[in-house]
């Protein structure tokens, strides 16, 4: 229906918002998604080729999705139908399935669009997979949603998926640009609230018009700065939903970002957490875990200021607990680095899988009763705080495993130190074994 109505009459008098009357009237003129569309790109391929197949456009909001889904209709000479699997169901789709098989019978081809595929429940998105694969429809599927979450593999094998990225600073400017030649004159901002403006869109080019479409009426002598920016206009929160997968990613860019030595990043990403209402002992759980898989024995005072700033937390709550947490996130950003404990535990763990249920020495095993004694339980065994310098060097491997070494202590921080005194044992256990 939405066809009709913009090809009748009526279409340049209803009420449309500017992101509408501004889509792109072809692929050339979509922003920000050059390495998708260009020459080179898997839909410039595709349209340059002829040959149409399903894709999958996964990407943030208002990164042109809609709108290259319907280009592509066009550029590819295919009827165009729409769908929202907010809005529709088995019997929508039955119905759009079989006017697709009508027009194929007279040579018509049909790209059907699905908005918001990832709603659609297992049963529905199995009932694209007979009319994708026999060609009945080209299937076009947009998602904010990760698809290997979110879609059936069936599906997934039958359609590529492509990435969207979110629209960079230039790509909107050049949507800022195209506002301004529309309305036939400069939004009255100042170069700072200019970038402003840019950076409230967060990478969406839907928004961005929607914000100069309200400033359209502004009425000012003066250019904005940044404060009358957002005096004029309310700002939204950053990008970031809890349980989905932002929730992942920003975590992931915290613990990457203190395992990188970068406490600048580290702290950004805290902030875009917290400001997007994670809770806290989710992040303190991440602390403590960097703390011991990227700090370890390298500053053994990390994880004690990682379990510090959740009984801080805890005590004060927020917002003065936050600084407790920025204030790990620092140390450990800040702290010297080794995996050697991680890595050792695994090196360890697979010696212990390999070897069976190998016995302890006998002489390092208890003997609380005769029989064991007379077996040879504990006979040799020296008493490490009696021997010189504290220390017997014997070997307290299983007999038949030779003397592995999994711990290899990093040349950073307190490891250091640690690295010395295993090299000092290490030559003393020589010598003392070699002189039995």
């Not at 889904?69 to 550029?75: E, G, I, M, V």
């Not at 907010?86 to 098989?101: H, I, M, N, Q």
């Not at 400017?173 to 036939?184: N, S, T, V």
């Not at 053994?300 to 917002?319: S, T, Y």
Request: proline content about 5%; overall charge neutral.
């Amino acid at each position: 229906m939405s066809d009709l109505f913009e090809s009748s009459d009526f279409a340049s008098d209803a009420p449309r918002p500017l992101a509408d009357r501004l889509r792109p009237k072809a692929l050339a003129e979509v922003v920000g998604q050059d390495h998708l569309l260009g020459e080179a790109g898997p839909l410039g391929r595709m349209v340059g080729n002829g040959r149409p197949t399903s894709v999958i456009l996964w990407g943030p909001p208002g990164t042109g999705k809609t709108t290259i889904a319907r280009l592509l209709s066009s550029a590819l000479n295919l009827h165009f139908e729409q769908l929202s699997a907010v809005f529709s169901g088995v019997a929508d789709l039955k119905k759009t399935f079989e006017a697709a098989r009508t027009r194929r019978k007279i040579g018509q081809g049909t790209l059907l669009f699905i908005d918001e595929i990832h709603r659609f429940n297992r049963s529905q998105q199995d009932s694209f997979l007979p009319v994708v694969e026999d060609g009945t429809v080209v299937l076009v599927g947009a998602t904010t949603e990760n698809p290997s979450f979110e879609l059936n593999s069936a599906l997934l094998s039958r359609a590529q998926v492509l990435v969207l990225r979110r629209l960079d600073d230039a790509a909107l400017e050049i949507l800022l640009q195209r506002a301004e030649a529309y309305y036939q004159k400069t939004v009255p901002l100042t170069e700072d609230a200019r970038a402003s403006l840019r950076a409230m869109a967060d990478g969406d080019g839907r928004y961005l018009l929607n914000l100069v479409e309200e400033l359209s009426s502004v009425k000012t002598v003066q250019p904005m700065d940044s404060a009358a920016l957002v005096a004029a206009v309310q700002r939204r929160m950053p990008l970031y939903d809890k349980s989905r997968e932002e929730h992942y990613n920003i975590i992931s860019a915290l613990h990457k970002s203190i395992r990188g030595s970068d406490p600048d990043a580290a702290l950004y990403w805290l902030a875009r957490m917290l400001a997007g209402g994670e809770q806290p002992l989710y992040i303190a759980r991440r602390l403590v875990r960097s703390a011991i898989e990227d700090i370890g024995l390298a500053d053994p005072e990390a994880v004690h200021q990682a379990l510090a700033a959740k009984d801080v937390f805890d005590f004060l709550g927020a917002p003065e607990g936050e600084l407790a947490l920025a204030q790990c996130v620092l140390y450990l950003a800040s702290a010297p680095k080794s995996n050697a404990v991680y890595k050792a535990l695994g090196t360890a763990r697979r010696a212990a899988q390999g070897h069976g249920s190998l016995m302890p020495p006998a002489h390092i095993l208890n003997a609380p009763t005769k029989l064991m004694k007379n077996l040879g339980y504990g006979a040799g065994y020296q008493y490490d705080h009696d021997a010189e310098g504290g220390f017997s060097g014997q070997n307290y491997f299983p007999d038949d495993m030779a003397r592995q070494q999994f711990y290899v202590p990093k040349d950073t921080g307190f490891e250091r130190e640690i690295a010395k005194r295993l090299d000092y044992w290490s030559k003393q256990r020589a010598k003392r074994q070699g002189n039995e």
